[in-house]
């Protein structure tokens, strides 16, 4: 995994619909640290989330990954740096567990052990099992094994725990700890305590 030194976001805006969600937001996120974004529904957590992907344009200000090569601004190419977790699984109802981490570390160009990948997510016994017939807790576990395959040093979750059972968040939060061990950056939209050592990010609905 590629490292990066910090993630720096400067007098961002976004609007949607006409409507300022969020307006001059700055802040910087290091590696190796977690930041946890809270606030109600509608003030812009998931969109926040977008525009650090690239994703979605913002109105206003920047977005700068920082690593030895310098800072990149481009929203194409900081993309290529980022790992998406949304509400949607990704996963082919038609295809396996290990069918769909296989695809993505072609798609990925990387070379993941995906049986260990499985195992560390809890999926190895249903690893060749119809993603049809998963539950909704097992394709968030897979939406999660796809972080891991993925390589890449910025994750971006949008309620990374949601779905899942007791199990299922202790194995994500040892995910989220493994990946900042290394240098990684996480940043999770949440509703709820995440359970591992974060910074905080508060944004208010805007009027």
């Given amino acids: 995994m590629t490292t990066v030194q910090y993630l720096d976001i400067q007098k961002l ?13 700055s802040f910087r996120v290091d590696g190796g640290q977690v930041l946890s974004l809270e606030g109600p529904n509608g003030a812009g957590k998931t969109s926040l989330l977008r525009v650090l992907a690239g994703l979605l344009p913002a109105a206003g200000g920047t977005v700068a990954l920082v690593s030895g ?8 190419e900081r993309g290529r740096r980022v790992a998406w977790l949304g509400h949607n699984d990704a996963a082919k109802p038609q295809l396996t567990p290990r069918e ?13 052990d995906i049986d260990a990948v499985l195992a560390s997510v809890g999926l190895a016994k249903i690893a060749n099992l119809a993603c049809g017939y998963l539950s909704a807790g097992q394709k968030k576990r897979l939406a999660l094994a796809r972080l891991k395959v993925a390589e890449r040093p910025v994750w971006l979750l949008d309620e990374p725990l949601s779905s899942l059972d007791a199990d299922g968040r202790k194995r994500a939060l040892d995910l989220v700890n493994g990946h900042v061990m290394f240098g990684g950056i996480v940043i999770a939209a949440t509703h ?7 910074e905080r990010l508060t944004l208010g609905a805007a009027a």
């Fill in 69 to 76: 090569r310098g800072a990149e601004t481009d929203a194409d």
């Fill in 13 to 25: 805006t976004c609007i949607r619909g006409q409507r300022v969600l969020f307006r001059d937001l």
């Fill in 100 to 112: 769909v981490l296989m695809f993505f570390a072609r798609l990925y160009g990387t070379r993941a």
């Fill in 192 to 198: 709820e305590p995440l359970g591992v050592a974060s």
